[in-house]
């Protein structure tokens, strides 16, 4: 039986976010003043656009007014996704990060900045950008090497199509 307020609510509203199709990724309970805030992130292999959300968000307040799992103090309901820089810390999350750009915190120390071209069950392969001049380089990161990872923002990342055009002209 879970003990704390989170996982109570993870157990009440997962079941719900998984019948939307999403995945309930991370729930978290803040004080702010004197109110309450209920944090839901929810996220799917092809993203969660804000028609989902929304959906979710009422369903998950219905669900929310029917049981006493918050109590009965005031609280806010805020649902959204993970972020342009989200955390990697699941299977899922690596492959949904495939063709991105990734900081990689390394278990046997130092980092490294990287594409994600593959994944598997084991690790993944990766494309490391060459430096001054040089080609790329790919290699092969098991999970066991990999202590953090986090999405990276690129502003001026051409896409394949893009790519693809340059090499033809």
């Known amino acids: 039986m879970s003990t704390t307020q989170s996982e109570r609510l993870r ?15 991370e729930i978290a309970v803040d004080s702010v003043g004197r109110k309450r805030v209920l944090r839901v992130v929810v996220d799917s292999d092809t993203g969660a656009d804000l028609d ?24 806010d309901l805020e649902v959204g996704t993970p ?10 999350h690596y492959v949904r990060a495939t063709d991105r750009l990734v900081k990689f ?3 046997e120390g130092g980092e490294l900045t990287a594409r994600i071209l593959r994944v598997d069950e084991d690790g993944l392969d990766v ?20 202590d953090r990872a986090r999405v990276q923002v690129e502003f001026n990342r ?8 340059e090499e033809e002209a």
């Open 158 to 165: 051409k896409d394949k199509k893009d790519m693809k055009e």
């Open 127 to 146: 494309e490391v950008p060459g430096v001054k001049g040089r080609k790329a380089t790919t290699r092969r990161l098991g999970f066991p090497e990999i």
């Open 11 to 25: 157990e009440l509203l997962e079941p719900l976010v998984t019948s939307q199709g999403l995945d309930l990724e």
């Open 105 to 107: 915190q390394l278990t």
């Open 83 to 92: 972020g342009a820089e989200r955390a990697l810390t699941e299977h899922r």
């Open 52 to 75: 989902a959300i929304a959906d979710v968000s009422r369903a998950l307040s219905a669900k929310l007014d029917e049981t006493d799992a918050m109590g009965d103090a005031a609280y």
